[in-house]
C-alpha cells in the first residue's frame, strides 16, 4: 500500500511545480505539459497553453490533493528531477567548447522574441528566430543573456470583418499570469534604472523570462513616474510612427546596456539581431570615453566587442531616421557623449559626408560590429551587394558579411505525438537499430533528437517502418483537420447548429493537404498559387487524386495591399468553387503554427526572389513528416537536394517582377501536377505510397539535423563568438 505523502513532500513538489511553471523549459518538455494539461485541461486549452495560468487556476488545495494520486505525484518528481539535472547540467556542449563565455557572456539583443504563444511578444520570422536561439542557448549550456522589450499589449490579434477584411485588436497580458518575474534589487525591490530619451529620463522596469538556463531581460516603461507618453512606449511590437520607434531603439539599446551594467554583468559579445538594437554601440562608445579613451580608441573597443546579423534583403526594411529625429529622440544622450551631432549623423551614413543622407540603424551596426552576418547564403550575397558602398575599394565578394544559415528549435517546434513518437522509438528495447543510440545516448533522448546520426536512421525501414511513418502522417493531418474545423467553428460568431454540422465537412482527412502560413507581406505572394485559378479548381474537384489548402496570416496593420491578398483568399474560400477546399485559419501565432507544420503534407513557400532571406517554417515540418514545395529561396535554396522534398523552377530568377510572378506561377503549378499529386497518390496494394515515404525518409534525414538553432548557435559560438 501507497503512503500519503507527507506535509514536507508536498511542499517541495508544490514549490518545484510553481518554479518550474516559470521557466519555459516546460514548452520543449512534454512530460511537464501533459501533468498541467491534466491539472485543467480547459484552462490549459482557453490560456493559451501556459503552465502559470494553470498553476493559477487550480488552488494550493486542489493542487494538494492531486499530488497524492500516487501516479500524479511520481509523474512530477521524474520531471522535476530532470529540470534539476538539466538546470545543473556541467557537461554541455558549451562546458566543454565554449566555457570562458560563462563568465563573460554573449549578450543578444533583438526587439522582439517569440518563445510561446502564452507571450506573444514577437510579429513574425524576426522574433521566432530570437526565441529559439535562446533556447538552443540553453540547451547547449551557453553563456547567453538575451535583451528585449515587454510589449504589455504584445502584437496584435487578428480578425475578420464581414467584408472579409483584416482588423486588430489587442489583448493585455498581465505579466503575473505568463511566464515571466519581476528582477528585483538587491533590497527586493523591483529593479528601476533609467535611460535618456528625448528631453527626458526615463525610467524602466524589468522582466526576466527564464528561458532553460538562460534569461531574456524585458525592458518595461510603463512606470507611474514617467510621462504617459513614455509609459505607451513598450506597448505594442512596432506599434507606432516613426517617433515611437526611434524611441523604442534607444530604451532597447541603450537601456539594455545599462541594464546589464546594474546587474554586474559584463558580455563579452554584444549581438545585435537587426539593427533595432544599433544603439547600444552609441552608450559603448559614451562609457568608454566616459572612462578616459579618445574617440579614436572607443571607436576600436566598441566595434571589438559586437557582432550584427542582418535580416533584411530589401533597402526600405531598413530602419532610418532624418536628422530633426535624430537630434530630437537622442537630446539628452547627446549632452553625455561628447561627439558632435554631424559626427554622430555620420555613423549611420553611407557617405560621411552626404548631409542629406538619413541615419541608417544597419549602417549605424557595419561600422561598429567587428563582424555580420547574413541568414543564408544567397542572403549573404544579396546583402554583400547591397553594402559594398559602405566599404569603397573592396569589391563585392570581399565586403565582410559572412553568412549563418537559421535554424528553429526542433524540440520546442515539435508536435506533442510526434514528441512522444520519436521518443517511444529511441527507448524501445525491441528495436535493434535504436539500441546504438541508447549505448550513445543513454537516457537523455532529447541529446539524440538533435543528432546527425538519428535522423539518419529515417532511410532505415527495421528502425521506423513505411506503415508506421503513414499512420503517423494520417494522425497529424486528422489533427490539423479537426483543429480546423473547431476554429472555424469559433470564427464564425453566429454560427449555428447547421453550421457545426457544416464544418464538420469542411476538408477531407484523405486528401493531400497543403499548407501557406506566413506573414501576408506581399513579397511572399500568398494568393500566387490561385493565378492558374481553373487549374486549382480542377486538382480540388478531382475525385480520385484531390488535393486541398489552409491558409493563416496576418498583413502589417499599415499594409493595405497584404490585407487585400487576405481579402482575396477568404473570399475564395467562402464563394468560389473551392469553399470547404481551401480555409484560412485566423490569427496565426505559434499555436497555429505548429498544427499546420505538423498537420499538412506539403508547406508551400513562393516567395519572389530574393527577398526571402532565410525563412523558417518550412524547416518546421520536416521533424513532422511534411514536406516542402518552394521557390529556391532563403534556406531552400540550400537545403534542396532534388529528392527531400520539391524544388519550384530554377536557381535564378528574371530580374522582371511581373515576369517573374508569370514564370513562377506555371513553375508551381507544372510541379504540384506532375510531381507532388501523383507522387501522394500512387499506392500500392496496402495503400501506402512508397516512393512517397522514400522522399519523405529522405528529407528528415537530410533537412531536420541541419536546419536546427542547434547547430546555428553552434556556428555563431564558433565563427563569431569566441574568435575576437
Ligand atoms: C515560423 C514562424 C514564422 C516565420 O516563418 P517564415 O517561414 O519565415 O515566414 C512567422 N510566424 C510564426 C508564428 C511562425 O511560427
Known sequence: MNKPLSGAELNELVSGLHKLSRNLWWSWNQEAQDF?????????????????????????????????????????????????????DQKTWCHLHAARLHQHPVAYFSAEFGFHESLPISAGGLGILAGDHAKSASDLGLGFVGLGLFYR?????????????????????????????????????RLVCSVGIGMNAVDFQVWRVNVGRVPVF???????????????????VYGGDSITRIMQEILLGIGGVRLLRTLGIEPSTFH???????????????????????????????KQECHFTTHTPVEAGHDRFTPDLMNYALQRFLGQLPVPFNDLMAMGRVNPANASEPFCMTVLALKFSRAANAVSELHGVVSREMWQPLYPGKTIDQVPIGHITNGIHLLGWMKGPVRTFWRTKLTDSTNGAA??????????????????????????????TDEELWALRYKLRRELIEFARRKLLLQNQRATQ???????????????????????????????????????????????????????????????????????????????????NLIFLENYDIHVARQMVSGCDIWLNNPRRPLEASGTSGMKTGCHGGMNLSILDGWWREGFDGQNGFGIGPDSHPDNVAEQDRVDSANL?????????????????????????????????????????????????NKYYLPK
Open 36 to 88: 498541467f494539461y491534466e491539472l485543467s485541461p480547459r484552462g490549459w486549452q482557453n490560456m493559451f497553453h501556459n503552465a502559470v495560468a494553470v498553476l493559477r487556476e487550480v488552488s494550493e488545495q486542489e493542487l494538494r490533493a492531486r499530488l497524492q494520486d500516487v501516479h500524479f505525484a511520481a509523474r512530477v518528481r521524474a520531471v522535476l528531477s530532470d529540470f534539476q539535472n538539466y538546470l545543473g
Open 153 to 189: 499589449e504584445g502584437y496584435f490579434q487578428q480578425s475578420i470583418d464581414s467584408n472579409n477584411w483584416q482588423t486588430e485588436y489587442y489583448n493585455p497580458i498581465d505579466p503575473h499570469n505568463v511566464p515571466l518575474e519581476p528582477v528585483l534589487d538587491a533590497d527586493g525591490e
Open 218 to 236: 524585458l525592458l518595461d516603461t510603463n512606470l507611474p513616474q514617467n510621462e504617459q507618453r513614455f509609459r505607451d512606449l513598450t506597448t505594442r
Open 272 to 302: 545585435m539581431n537587426e539593427g533595432h538594437a544599433a544603439f547600444l554601440t552609441l552608450e559603448l562608445l559614451r562609457e568608454k570615453i566616459a572612462a578616459g579613451s579618445n574617440f579614436a580608441a572607443a571607436q576600436i573597443a566598441t
Open 435 to 464: 539500441r546504438f543510440f541508447r549505448d550513445k545516448f543513454g537516457a537523455d533522448w532529447s541529446s539524440a533528437i538533435n543528432h546527425a546520426d538519428f535522423w539518419d536512421k529515417m532511410t532505415d525501414p527495421t528502425f521506423v
Open 498 to 580: 447547421g453550421d457545426f454540422i457544416r464544418f464538420d465537412h469542411f476538408l477531407n482527412p484523405d486528401a493531400l493537404t497543403i499548407g501557406f502560413a506566413r506573414r501576408f507581406a506581399t513579397y511572399k505572394r500568398a494568393p500566387l498559387i490561385f493565378q492558374q485559378f481553373e487549374n486549382i479548381v480542377k486538382l480540388v474537384r478531382d475525385k480520385q487524386r484531390p488535393v486541398q489548402f489552409v491558409f493563416a496570416g496576418k498583413a502589417h496593420p499599415r499594409d493595405n495591399d497584404g490585407k487585400r491578398f487576405i481579402q482575396q483568399i477568404i473570399h475564395l474560400s467562402k464563394h468560389s468553387e473551392l469553399a470547404g
Open 669 to 717: 503549378y507544372r510541379t504540384l501536377t506532375e510531381q507532388v499529386v501523383p507522387m501522394f497518390y500512387n499506392r500500392d496494394v496496402n495503400g501506402i505510397p512508397r516512393e512517397w515515404l522514400k522522399r519523405m525518409r529522405h528529407s528528415m534525414a537530410t533537412l531536420v539535423p541541419q536546419f536546427t538553432t542547434d547547430r546555428m548557435v553552434k556556428e555563431y559560438t
